[in-house]
């Protein structure tokens, strides 16, 4: 059974990661804008299965990478995160 102060410190730390991979897409965003060194289409599929929240939100947002078909695996990463996440709120609080 996994404590309460864990699971809040999962959520901070899951937080913190969609954070960064947000500013991951941004600053690929702006490197294209500016015709400068990109971010590599797989950093960035690999950065959004750890943090599908950051790079699902930077993709509707900043409108970036939305066209491409490997990126419509963002959704699928985000469905198993939430399905992360309401297992661990069931197996916590019941």
Not at 45 to 61: D, E, N, Q, T, W
Not at 65 to 92: C, D, E, N, S, W
């Amino acid at each position: 059974m996994i404590s309460i102060a864990v699971f809040t410190l999962s959520l901070i730390f899951l937080c913190a990661v969609n954070l960064v991979v947000f500013l991951i897409f941004a600053h690929d965003k702006n490197a294209a804008r500016k015709n400068s060194r990109r971010t590599s289409e797989r950093t960035l599929v690999f950065s959004a299965l750890f943090g599908p929240f950051g790079a699902y939100f930077a993709m509707r947002i900043l409108r970036h990478k939305t066209r491409k078909v490997i990126f419509y695996l963002v959704p699928v990463f985000l469905i198993l995160h939430l399905a992360g996440i309401i297992y661990g709120v069931v197996v916590i609080f019941r």
